[in-house]
């Protein structure tokens, strides 16, 4: 069976070093390149972009089924949630775990859409670890030529 009462004191040591991390990003925010970019607020991490028609969205999921990731909108966020299975063995008498870096565990991750993004019009793929999403944008909202009698 796996022992998970004992954490050596290198896991106490790596978990305060990741508050310290995100104390630090807290309380320094003006050395952020954007007001939504957090590097390390969770998992997955995502890159959020525009083009003309669209809003990207990739999540680095590595590891996961895609039938385990939800999707949703609603109200203009965007939701992006599922669940990362441990890949300790289990079951084992005296296994002992000294480090647990990856992420495992129920997680969620919210993005605030723009107004010219159209909710009805989503796509979403999984492909080697990186969900995209793709929020067209309003018809109303893209640039146009406008002809000139």
């Given at each position: 069976?796996?022992?998970?009462?004992?954490?050596?004191?290198?896991?106490?040591?790596?978990?305060?070093?990741?508050?310290?991390?995100?104390?630090?990003?807290?309380?320094?925010?003006?050395?952020?390149?954007?007001?939504?970019?957090?590097?390390?607020?969770?998992?997955?991490?995502?890159?959020?972009?525009?083009?003309?028609?669209?809003?990207?969205?990739?999540?680095?999921?590595?590891?996961?089924?895609?039938?385990?990731?939800?999707?949703?909108?609603?109200?203009?966020?965007?939701?992006?949630?599922?669940?990362?299975?441990?890949?300790?063995?289990?079951?084992?008498?005296?296994?002992?775990?000294?480090?647990?870096?990856?992420?495992?565990?129920?997680?969620?991750?919210?993005?605030g859409?723009?107004?010219?993004?159209?909710?009805?019009?989503?796509?979403?793929?999984?492909?080697?670890?990186?969900?995209?999403?793709t929020?067209?944008?309003?018809?109303?909202?893209?640039?146009?030529?406008?002809?000139?009698n």
């Amino acid at each position: 069976m796996l022992n998970t009462s004992f954490r050596p004191a290198a896991d106490v040591f790596g978990e305060l070093s990741r508050l310290q991390n995100v104390l630090d990003q807290v309380f320094r925010p003006l050395e952020r390149s954007s007001i939504r970019a957090l590097p390390g607020a969770g998992f997955p991490v995502i890159n959020v972009g525009t083009t003309p028609e669209s809003i990207e969205v990739m999540a680095m999921a590595p590891g996961l089924d895609p039938a385990a990731l939800q999707v949703t909108v609603d109200r203009g966020l965007l939701v992006i949630a599922g669940e990362r299975r441990s890949e300790l063995p289990e079951g084992r008498e005296g296994t002992s775990v000294y480090a647990r870096e990856r992420f495992a565990g129920p997680f969620r991750r919210v993005v605030g859409l723009p107004e010219d993004a159209d909710p009805s019009r989503i796509e979403a793929s999984y492909r080697d670890g990186v969900l995209r999403i793709t929020v067209a944008k309003r018809e109303s909202s893209r640039p146009r030529r406008i002809e000139v009698n």
